[in-house]
């Protein structure tokens, strides 16, 4: 890359990102089904559901639940970034705090952990999304212990109360 490639590139991703910015969302329900534990030797068949509240910009609030059939459950809030890519697409990149069980399922060293999520969705019509979700969840180092774990899910968003 040259010089003066360098020197433009972060000023026009910094003119063009306003625009990328999801200007208004409606409130949903999402549901997924996918794998937890995805890059671990024992995985798991995990199922989520999220509420993301309406917000008149690009950040959208949320409440989540998963729970898998090894026993182990999540519940958590945080807060969602949506970024437009194209006409239909959009990338999601979420963050929040969450209340883990363990059951009979994998120790991730704590009942606090923290879930990331990265989100590519398309839109289905009618404010309706399917997408594909990758997502850490670890305690952030908040004990000794501190394995985390990957987690991959489809999911289909539908809009609450238009």
Same mark, same amino acid.
């Given at each position: %890359?040259?010089? *003066?490639? =360098?020197?433009?590139?972060? /000023?026009?991703? *910094?003119?063009?990102?306003?625009? %990328?910015?999801?200007?208004?969302?409606?409130?949903?329900?999402?549901?997924?089904?996918? %794998?937890?534990? &995805?890059?671990?030797?024992? =995985?798991?068949? +995990?199922?989520?559901?999220?509420? #993301?509240?309406?917000?008149?910009?690009?950040?959208?609030?949320?409440?989540?639940?998963? @729970?898998?059939?090894?026993?182990? =459950?999540?519940?958590?809030?945080?807060?969602? $970034? +949506?970024?437009?890519?194209?006409?239909?697409? #959009?990338?999601?990149? !979420?963050?929040g705090p969450g209340y883990y069980e363990? +059951?009979?399922? #994998?120790? $991730? !060293?704590?009942?606090?952990?923290? &879930?990331?999520?990265?989100?590519?969705?398309?839109?289905? /019509? #009618?404010?309706?999304?399917?997408?594909?979700?990758a997502g850490h969840i670890s305690n952030g180092g908040l004990n000794g212990? +501190?394995? !985390?774990?990957?987690? $991959?899910?489809?999911? @289909?968003?539908?809009? &609450?109360? =238009?």
């Amino acid at each position: %890359m040259t010089s *003066l490639a =360098r020197r433009l590139l972060p /000023g026009l991703l *910094l003119v063009s990102f306003p625009v %990328m910015l999801s200007a208004q969302e409606t409130a949903h329900i999402s549901l997924g089904t996918g %794998m937890l534990g &995805v890059l671990d030797k024992d =995985r798991t068949l +995990n199922f989520s559901a999220d509420y #993301r509240f309406a917000a008149k910009g690009p950040v959208q609030p949320r409440l989540l639940a998963s @729970w898998a059939t090894d026993g182990s =459950r999540l519940l958590g809030a945080g807060l969602l $970034l +949506n970024l437009d890519l194209a006409a239909r697409c #959009r990338l999601t990149l !979420g963050f929040g705090p969450g209340y883990y069980e363990r +059951n009979r399922g #994998r120790d $991730l !060293g704590s009942t606090v952990e923290f &879930v990331s999520t990265a989100e590519f969705s398309i839109a289905a /019509g #009618r404010q309706r999304r399917i997408g594909l979700a990758a997502g850490h969840i670890s305690n952030g180092g908040l004990n000794g212990k +501190n394995p !985390g774990t990957e987690t $991959l899910t489809v999911f @289909w968003s539908l809009p &609450v109360g =238009r």
